[in-house]
């Protein structure tokens, strides 16, 4: 069997889809997810999965170890730390490295219900003024400093139904009346009917793009007349030398096509 020749890091929708690709294409490549959950939604695809969260320092042995000679950075737009990770093996090896950048409507939502912001804490902060009960569409990652930041609010969770994400929520003290066991991608209709079942005043979710599905978690806000916080993406940082964006899957599929 070939060793993988390409390597991506990303458990997103999108990187699935490169996966499809690249499968259609015939090319050679193996997938970094971080947690068995991604690698089971990752399953049908035809290269080999690796599962495990790498520093840079351990990336660098295993491209090396594996001879790779391209890197797709497929990860999630929050996945700050991971990218940069990411940007420092390669340039330590000088192995090219596609950025993925998933398409981002965000400037062309104007409404006075929406609140971008760029920080977490900011986002808690307009969030308390405008509510008691505050959802969050914004995974269990930072679930942890959400609570804390929010004390005294009813915080109410809609997160993967994974045995490790709930056992996040319980040791953040949320109830079985906050937590919302789900997985997505949720039409605008199923948000609705959510956001009045569990009585939601607030909203906070993530500027996720098509993939994520953002249309689908503001319309309903509009709709309902409840207040959104969007927080914001990071600024990409990760251009330099031997750094390639792909703006959208298209854009990744001409990239491919000279492989």
């Known amino acids: 069997m070939k060793r993988p020749l390409i390597h991506i890091f990303g458990g997103t929708s999108d990187a699935r889809q490169i996966c499809v690709m690249m499968d259609i294409a015939g090319i050679d490549y193996c997938l970094s997810v971080a947690t068995p959950t991604g690698a089971q939604q990752s399953r049908g695809i035809r290269g080999k999965i690796a599962i495990g969260r790498m520093e840079a320092e351990a990336m660098i042995e295993y491209l090396q ?9 497929a ?46 804490e900011k986002a ?25 930041h929010l004390q005294g609010k009813t915080v109410l969770a ?29 039409s605008a209709d199923f948000n609705r009917a959510f956001y009045q079942f569990c009585q939601a005043e607030v909203v906070i979710t993530k500027e996720s793009g098509e993939q994520g599905g953002f249309k689908e978690k ?28 792909a703006n959208g899957l298209e854009a990744m599929a001409r990239l491919l096509a000279n492989v």
Do not use: W
């Open 65 to 73: 170890k594996q001879g790779v000679r391209m890197v797709i950075d």
């Open 75 to 120: 990860s999630h737009p929050y996945a700050e730390r991971l990218s940069q990770n990411i940007v420092s093996a390669c340039q330590t090896l000088d192995v090219p490295l596609i950025r993925y950048i998933r398409p981002s409507d965000i400037d062309a939502i104007e409404h006075p219900l929406i609140h971008k912001v760029a920080t977490l």
């Open 124 to 148: 808690c902060e307009v969030a308390a003024n405008l509510g008691t009960r505050i959802l969050l569409t914004t995974g269990s990652k930072q679930l942890p400093d959400y609570v804390t």
């Open 158 to 186: 809609r997160v993967l139904p994974t045995t490790e994400v709930l056992a996040t929520c319980e040791s953040c003290g949320l109830s079985v009346d906050q937590i919302f066991a789900l997985k997505g991608p949720f």
């Open 218 to 245: 503001i319309e309903p806000c509009l709709s309902l007349g409840l207040p959104c916080i969007v927080l914001c993406r990071p600024e990409e940082q990760f251009g330099g030398k031997g750094i390639t964006q």
